[in-house]
């Protein structure tokens, strides 16, 4: 799966961009890339927003690709839940929703119905997983992977500052030259609260440089700082500061 997001819907972190950025083809080149050499994709354009780009081709079966739509909001989803049955009862979903389906109806209700911490939903995900969603009404995205890395997922960034993520790191390396890395696991980005852990969402996170074979500064790699600590961002009941207003 591909996803290409504008700078105004998705902010590339700082310390995931290089100069070796500039080594890359860019975002709108390797969407085309990605069309011409797979089979059977299907690429979702957002307008100025970016493009969403998939295939069922060369997946694993342990972590099939879905795509979903839903409420204007666009879905991508890589893996498997082990407590489906579980999250279906809690989102009040019948019995042929899938894992995409969960995913969006969960930042549904992070989004409309809190207050929920974002970091205790994504938690109540238990398996091997990676999404990247994107809600056309508000023009956000949010992207997350599990606290084990199970699913390859990476991210990075090109020339023009477009955030471009994929379970396929030859097409982030084309896109992005040396400018990517891993996406941090337990970890989830939104298009205003940035990139955040809710494996360990008391912690800040610190971007750590990474260095090719050369020495040269090509991104970070994302850590959770033990030693920094910061505010829960849970309101009070009645406060008025509805945190799900971070997407």
């Not at 970091?119 to 023009?139: E, M, P, T, Y």
Request: proline share 6%; glycine share 10%; hydrophobic share 40%.
């Amino acid at each position: 799966m591909l996803a290409v997001f504008n700078p105004t819907v998705a902010k590339v972190p700082e310390g995931l961009k290089s100069p070796e950025a500039a080594g890359g083809e860019g975002g709108r080149r390797v969407v085309d890339h990605f069309a011409a050499e797979r089979k059977g994709a299907v690429v979702v354009g957002l307008g100025l927003a970016g493009t969403l780009a998939y295939t069922s081709e060369n997946q694993n079966p342990l972590l099939p690709r879905l795509f979903a739509v839903a409420d204007d909001v666009f879905c991508m989803f890589q893996g498997h839940l082990e407590n489906l049955t579980l999250l279906k009862q809690q989102y009040g979903l019948g019995k042929i929703a899938n894992e995409v389906i969960i995913v969006i109806e969960a930042y549904k209700t992070l989004r409309d119905r809190g207050p929920f911490p974002a970091s205790q939903v994504l938690r109540d995900l238990s398996g091997k997983f990676a999404f990247v969603l994107f809600d056309s009404s508000s023009n956000s995205a949010f992207i997350a992977g599990d606290a084990h890395e199970s699913v390859p997922f990476f991210w990075g960034a090109d020339a023009e500052d477009h955030l471009i993520v994929s379970d396929d790191i030859g097409i982030i390396k084309k896109g992005c030259g040396k400018s990517f890395a891993p996406f941090p696991k337990g970890c989830f980005f939104t298009t205003s609260g940035g990139l955040k852990s809710f494996e360990h969402p008391l912690h800040e996170l610190k971007p750590v440089p990474r260095v090719d074979s050369d020495g040269n500064f090509c991104g970070s790699d994302y850590k959770v700082d033990d030693k920094a600590k910061k505010e829960s961002g849970i309101p009070r009941v009645g406060s008025a500061a509805d945190w799900s207003s971070q997407f």
